[in-house]
């Protein structure tokens, strides 16, 4: 088996369920920052329900992390509080036209 790093795709879902517990905090910062830096206002982060330890660790990294707008538990139709739904702040010099000197 390969120490490689798996590289998947960053869309505005990410499903916890096959990250292992130890993994977690540190694959949810990578996931933020990449989400972030492509221009995603808006995420969802599906941790499930069970006893609610991975929600505890998700909220905490969002709590920290400065581009975080404000985050809570997702509709009922989009995982209730099995997902957290994370608004993201604009990127720095996002959406501004680069022609324009800006």
Not at 27 to 40: C, D, I, T
Not at 46 to 70: N, P, T, W, Y
């Amino acid at each position: 088996m390969s120490d490689e790093p798996i590289r998947i795709p960053i869309t505005d879902v990410f499903d916890l369920h096959s990250v292992p517990p130890r993994d977690v905090k540190a694959v949810v910062e990578a996931y933020l920052e990449e989400a972030h830096r492509l221009g995603f206002r808006s995420v969802r982060i599906i941790h499930g329900r069970g006893i609610g330890a991975q929600r505890e660790i998700v909220r905490a990294v969002l709590a920290k992390a400065d581009f975080v707008e404000s985050f809570g538990d997702a509709p009922a139709e989009a995982g209730g509080w099995g997902a957290t739904i994370v608004d993201l702040r604009q990127r720095a010099g996002a959406g501004a036209d680069p022609a324009a000197g800006l």
